[in-house]
């Protein structure tokens, strides 16, 4: 800062502070006394806000909280049904005379069970991972190659086990044999 800078901010100075002198013999006590009720009033005002400012601050973490801990309630209560057709079906009585037409009954409440898997899933954005499109290693795991005549190289030619996705996600990857 230069002399001439200093100068000017100590003349600044001295002149505010012969106005801050003049100012205080014009104001009188009383109003003294109300400048400072009205800060006391503004700092407690403060202090009120920033407390309700923490008290929602904490209520919106507690709600957070709740909302991650109950996130998979939806997806619970519609996985119910499955476990209740499970259960049926293990309760079911085999009757030795009719063994095939039990069986039968056994299979087809299997399929409608997957059935309602399907249904959930896709209700709450769980896909299947398709393999039509050629493999991709980013949806697909190659765990084999296999010569293939009917296949082009690098094109799946069996899946061992389906892969499943959550909505952009990956829970599982589909495993599956490509060609050589």
Do not use: W
């Not at 106005?19 to 009033?41: G, P, T, Y």
């Not at 923490?54 to 519609?78: H, M, P, T, V, W």
């Amino acid at each position: 800062m230069s002399k001439k800078e200093t100068q000017n901010e100590e003349e600044i100075l001295d002149e505010i502070e012969e106005n801050c002198d003049s100012i205080e013999e014009e104001v009188s006590l009383d109003e003294k006394e109300e400048l400072l009720a009205k800060i006391a009033q503004l700092e407690e005002q403060k202090l009120r806000d920033y407390a309700e400012f923490e008290n929602l601050k904490k209520r919106y973490e507690k709600e957070k909280a709740q909302s991650i801990a109950y996130a998979q309630e939806s997806f619970a209560r519609d996985m119910l049904s499955v476990i209740d057709a499970l259960d049926s079906a293990t309760s079911l009585e085999v009757d030795e005379e009719n063994l095939k037409e039990s069986l039968e009954k056994i299979k087809e409440g299997i399929e409608l069970t997957t059935e309602q898997f399907k249904k959930i899933f896709s209700k709450h954005g769980i896909e299947l991972v398709t393999v039509e499109e050629g493999f991709d290693p980013n949806f697909h795991e190659a765990i084999m190659k296999v010569d293939s005549e009917d296949v082009d190289s690098g094109e799946i030619v069996q899946v061992f086990q389906k892969g499943y996705k959550y909505k952009d996600r990956v829970l599982r990857p589909a495993m599956v044999s490509i060609a050589n």
